[in-house]
């Protein structure tokens, strides 16, 4: 017998599994004061997984309204803040969205579906506002590459992506691989999707129009992924962990792509009122959504949804996070054509509810009434925490602890063995292992993917239109000091797509952090997002959305602060990309910014000396802005040939896979007034490695002198030189008179990593 | 007019955009083809295109061979008209026993996709009549179960009557026998291809334009007739 209304109102004072459920006694005494009594068992599954951290952002609301407060003017912004996923206007009457969320727990839980099933939800967010999906990236993050756990997770977590991912049609263009200690119990899995349409096509999630009519849609509800969201995304874990795995939904790609193609006809048809996505906390999430942006109200028969497991009981129906499902608001006169169009795509619909004026959300099972809530109140109404925040005991030690004591490679037969074992790291190396598992082709409308700094896609074949999406975050730098590390992020991936030629539009992010009841981790969510929304502001990119996953930690040890941060930028012509690869001999080199002495947070402090600690790289979103500036307009103007952002491990790494990607050689010389390896290895911010044709030299050298951005002529592209520098028949890297490497021992080091790893 | 080049969706067909674009670029007329229709629209010739139909569940393209389109097209083929299999495409004919052998996990157990260099060996097909014997290309592979197989006596036999189209060249991504990449049947109107031309057409988005030929080559073959 289910618990309904009726009961809780004849049985006042049952004892309900509030704790067990993940409520906090003072939670559950406001759901009873919402209502007046107490919930039935249906009310209190709703109002437990809806007020989960993960998706109430409990803890994160009172600082993520920043992006909102501090967000800079901009018109391009069609849809804001608090939407599945904000929409941006690219031009042309069309308009992008994308977001990034994480799927971590899971995917340690069960590598394979938890990653797959992440790709499967943030592509669901980017089809409930109407867009079709475009492309698809994955920041990924592992312990060390040689511990025995990531053999474990990283192949599955690969698999996974690949699996779910290829099988729907959608290029993966990009994305990041990081590798350190903290993240040995605690894999992150974010997962961002870029979503494409006309103006006219943006859609919301609102149940608006008495008398209209809730479809489910999709596959069939089962029980896979009960209590999910709030058993595996609120608690760390412990020893148990693979006893949870019964909480891990379990994917069908196949289905995902009926269900792209069916939501796509009937939006195109003209056929939807409002249209949500089933993720986290499933019917419950979308019903309350639903009803809370209309006009109110919602009554929703429960009993006809379809079930894969006709045992489950209604509490568990509210609750399932059963994959590859979508709910829709449509007109009755609209209903027949919608149901033919989901029948032809062999998708099963069916009405569930209606769209009422009540004010209330109700659910009947079988005739009873087993829930009658204020849909607001579950929705949007959660609890609000000002959690307690420090700053931690060790960060000032931890400042303290400079990099400047480490051994450094002083001659050149040093420099050379440091390139060499630099660009062979871990977190440098080839990635090609995982994202040659990943089809970076389909839809034909790939213009730049991994190892590129942006992954760029056409939008519109007609006229060239394209958008460029990357994602970046050093966590380290994070860690030495959040403020600053979540702008470095930001910096970075604002860097990468400005490189490609594209201009930065707006922001998406993942938050990453450990539990937010530990007052020294908080403060590290506050900072980075303190870090984020004023850096926002200053480079006039809004932030539209994101994510935010707390309790990553193994014990009491919290990863490395990672928010990563992913950049939309527009390119109103394609033809006109930047690639990474130099072009033909006589290319002049230039160097663009300052170096300066920074190792702390380095690839070369954490590669060679396993060192963290520090003042991580110095910020001027001033200078990020101007170099942005002079890459675009090098772009746009014909000016470059080429354009490579410098980040983890510094000039050479840059130079060396721009030497490895063209498979051409450079003769390179570094200025006299810095130490060759500062000049080599440091990871200030600010700068980029660009090529300019010698026909354009002059004027791309005018245009820095007249903006000020410091510009150095430090080589040229020259496929002969291997014969003079004792290579005969080779494409080597000559770095002043320092050293020389070829471009094969580069590839070498390069790609040997990860295979002799995860082959073996 | 241009000849009409149909191009079958299936449920959890990927490729199909890509395909008739690949056949407008040619300068033929794409027609879409549905899966559920025994109707080939008048058609020239018919592309079955890459993907995961039924989600490759029970075995690739197993369910796809007893879709309804299929037995126009299984028609069509034996009376000689050109029909090309790429990817889940060559699956789906070797399931329709069109062509022989069948297509297996790949050696290394992941899915792979990277450029991949091929050599032309026979010139003579319906899609293969704008290239030179011998000929090496580039052009994408993506392919989780893509290691062609078959019993020693056909392997010989397709030798023997020059039906192997292409070869993987220095790398075989997949454990192929022989390191085929393509096949054709003995009138040589019907082709599978484990690789994917079709997004080898434009400089922004492939390798190279060596895909741009099959498709041409068909229009040619079409034009001739």
Request: charged fraction near 20%.
């Amino acid at each position: 017998m289910a618990d309904t209304v009726d009961n809780a109102i004849a049985d006042p004072e049952a004892t309900q599994p509030f704790a067990e459920l993940g409520l906090k006694p003072d939670e559950y005494q406001r759901i009873r004061d919402i209502l007046g009594r107490r919930p039935t068992s249906s009310e209190l599954a709703m109002y437990s997984v809806m007020w989960s951290e993960h998706c109430s952002y409990k803890s994160s609301k009172v600082h993520l309204r920043q992006f909102g407060e501090k967000a800079p003017k901009t018109d391009a912004l069609l849809v804001g803040i608090g939407e599945n996923a904000g929409v941006v206007d690219i031009g042309d009457g069309w308009a992008v969205t994308f977001k990034v969320e994480s799927h971590n727990h899971p995917s340690y839980v069960e590598p394979y579906q938890g990653a797959a099933t992440g790709v499967g939800g943030i592509v669901r967010d980017i089809m409930s506002m109407g867009a079709r999906p475009i492309a698809v990236m994955d920041p990924l993050r592992f312990g060390p590459l040689d511990a025995a756990d990531t053999k474990r997770v990283l192949p599955g977590i690969v698999a996974g992506i690949g699996g779910y991912g290829n099988c729907l049609g959608l290029p993966n263009i990009g994305g990041e691989v990081v590798f350190d200690p903290s993240y040995a119990g605690n894999p992150l899995v974010n997962a961002l999707c870029v979503g494409a349409m006309r103006h006219e096509d943006i859609h919301l999630a609102s149940a608006k129009g008495v008398g209209n009519l809730v479809i489910l849609y999709g596959a069939r509800t089962g029980g896979d992924g009960i209590g999910g969201v709030s058993v595996l995304a609120s608690e760390t874990f412990s020893d148990g962990g693979p006893t949870k795995r019964p909480s891990v939904q379990v994917g069908d790609p196949f289905m995902e792509k009926l269900l792209i193609e069916a939501t796509l006809d009937v939006l195109g048809a003209g056929l939807v009122e409002g249209i949500q996505d089933l993720g986290g906390a499933g019917i419950s999430c979308a019903t309350s959504e639903l009803a809370s942006n209309g006009d109110g109200g919602m009554h929703v028969w429960l009993d006809r949804v379809l079930l894969r497991d006709r045992s489950l009981s209604p509490e568990e129906i509210l609750m399932s996070e059963s994959q590859e499902r979508m709910c829709a608001v449509v007109t009755p006169a609209k209903l027949e054509e919608f149901l033919a169009k989901c029948a032809k795509w062999d998708v099963e619909a069916v009405v569930i509810g209606e769209v009422n004026d009540s004010g209330r959300l109700t659910v009947d099972w079988h005739g009873e009434r087993i829930v009658d809530v204020p849909p607001r109140s579950v929705a949007h109404d959660g609890p609000v925490y000002q959690r307690p925040l420090h700053r931690p005991s060790w960060q000032d030690a931890l400042q303290a602890d400079t990099p400047d004591d480490l051994l450094r490679p002083v001659d050149g037969e040093q420099l050379r063995a440091t390139a060499l074992n630099l660009i062979g790291a871990p977190n440098l190396a080839s990635k090609a292992w995982i994202t040659d598992q990943y089809d970076r082709y389909v839809q034909g409308n790939t213009i730049l993917a991994q190892p590129e700094d942006a992954g760029m896609v056409r939008v519109d074949e007609q006229t060239g239109l394209g958008v460029a999406v990357s994602c970046d975050c050093n966590g380290r730098f994070a860690k030495l000091d959040p403020y600053t590390g979540a702008q470095l992020a930001l910096a970075e991936s604002y860097r990468n797509v400005s490189a490609s030629g594209a201009i930065p539009l707006a922001v998406t992010n993942c938050l990453n952090f450990g539990s937010p009841e530990d007052p020294e981790v908080m403060w590290q969510f506050a900072e980075a997002v303190r870090g984020l929304a004023d850096g926002c502001l200053e480079l006039g990119i809004p932030v539209t959305g994101g994510n935010v996953s707390f309790y990553n930690q193994t014990g009491t040890t919290a990863i490395l602060p990672t928010p990563v941060v992913g950049v939309l930028a527009v390119i109103d012509d394609v033809d006109r990309r930047t690639p990474i690869s130099w072009g033909p001999d006589g290319e002049l080199i230039y160097l663009l910014g300052d170096t300066r002495d920074e190792f702390a947070g380095s690839e070369w402090a954490h590669h060679v000396h396993g060192h963290l600690g520090g003042m991580p790289p110095r910020v001027d979103l001033a200078r990020e802005r101007l170099l942005s500036e002079i890459m675009i307009a090098g772009s746009r103007d014909g000016m470059l040939t080429a354009a490579h952002d410098i980040s983890d491990g510094g000039l050479m790494i840059t130079l060396s896979e721009m030497a490895m990607h063209s498979g051409i050689g450079a003769r390179c010389w570094l200025p006299d007034d810095i130490d060759p390896f500062v000049q080599l290895f440091a990871e200030s911010a600010g700068r980029a490695v660009v090529v300019v044709p010698r026909s354009e030299e002059l004027r791309f050298t005018e245009m820095c002198a007249a903006r000020g951005l410091p510009a150095h002529r430090i080589g040229v592209v020259d496929s002969e030189l291997g014969a003079d520098a004792g290579y005969p028949g080779q494409q080597v890297l000559q770095i002043s008179d320092l050293f020389t490497v070829t471009i094969d021992e580069l590839r070498a080091a390069h790609t040997a990593t990860l295979p002799a790893i995860l082959n073996a | 007019m241009s000849p009409r080049i149909g191009v079958v969706t299936f449920p959890g067909t990927l490729d199909d955009g890509d395909a008739a674009r690949a056949v407008r670029f040619a300068g033929g007329e794409p027609v879409a083809l549905w899966h559920g229709d025994a109707d080939l629209k008048s058609v020239d010739a018919v592309i079955l295109p890459g993907g995961f139909s039924y989600g490759d569940y029970l075995r690739c393209g197993a369910i796809s061979r007893f879709a309804p389109v299929m037995t126009p097209v299984i028609t069509a083929a034996g009376a000689g008209m050109p029909v090309l299999g790429i990817c889940n495409g060559f699956q789906i004919l070797c399931e329709s026993h069109l062509l022989p052998g069948a297509l297996t996990r790949n050696q290394s157990m992941h899915f792979i996709c990277r450029d991949q260099r091929l050599r032309i060996e026979n010139t003579s097909t319906a899609w293969t009549n704008g290239f030179a014997h011998g000929q090496e290309i580039v052009i994408p592979l993506k392919n989780g179960e893509g290691n062609f197989n078959a019993d020693t006596a056909t392997l010989d036999e397709l030798e023997a009557e020059g039906r192997v189209i292409a070869r993987y060249v220095d790398v075989n991504p997949n454990g192929s026998q022989r390191d085929i990449a393509g096949i054709t049947n003995a009138r040589g109107n019907v082709v599978g291809l484990m690789p994917h031309p079709e997004h080898a057409i434009e400089d922004l988005t492939g390798p190279s334009l060596d895909g741009l030929v099959f498709f041409s080559s068909v229009l040619n073959a079409l034009v001739g007739a």
